[in-house]
């Protein structure tokens, strides 16, 4: 019965080093990962890459502030956008067959509702005179010459 006892002692004590050995290789293991993650998580000049993931975090809040900022401002654009001048057409022509240069000209201004102006100006050798005509969504109240309506036609289109 003691070499029983004697052999289990000895496979007990044999298991037990082979443990310890294990042990050993996963401790050496372990330290050199952490290690690895140690040198992983410091950055340049002793910062962590914590500090700087918080850093970046925080950037990029401030930068989301600011998108919602233009954001809202792009918005109020928008809404006065429609009545802002966006549409133009010109046309030259000559006002009289004995001045050349074609010098006299029909503007149209619009806006996005095709609401605006179209000013005309005569060239004549002795005065020059301008002319302003409202226009409402399209049409004016006011009789247009050729030019006008094919500076209106221009804008609209």
Known sequence: MPSDYLIIFIAL??????NLAFLL??????????NRFKFILSGKGGESI??????????MKDMEKEREEVKLLEE???RLFPDCLQKLGVVRFKAFPDIGGDQSFALALLDGKNNGV?????YGRDDSRVYAKPINEGR??????????EALKKAIS
């Open 50 to 59: 914590e500090d700087a993931l918080r850093e970046n975090l925080k950037t």
């Open 76 to 78: 109020s654009i928008i």
């Open 118 to 122: 179209i000013i005309s100006s005569i």
């Open 25 to 34: 290789i996963v401790y050496l293991r372990q330290n050199r990962i952490l």
């Open 13 to 18: 004590i044999s298991l037990s080093l082979l």
């Open 140 to 149: 004016s109240s006011y009789n247009l010459s050729s030019e006008e309506e």
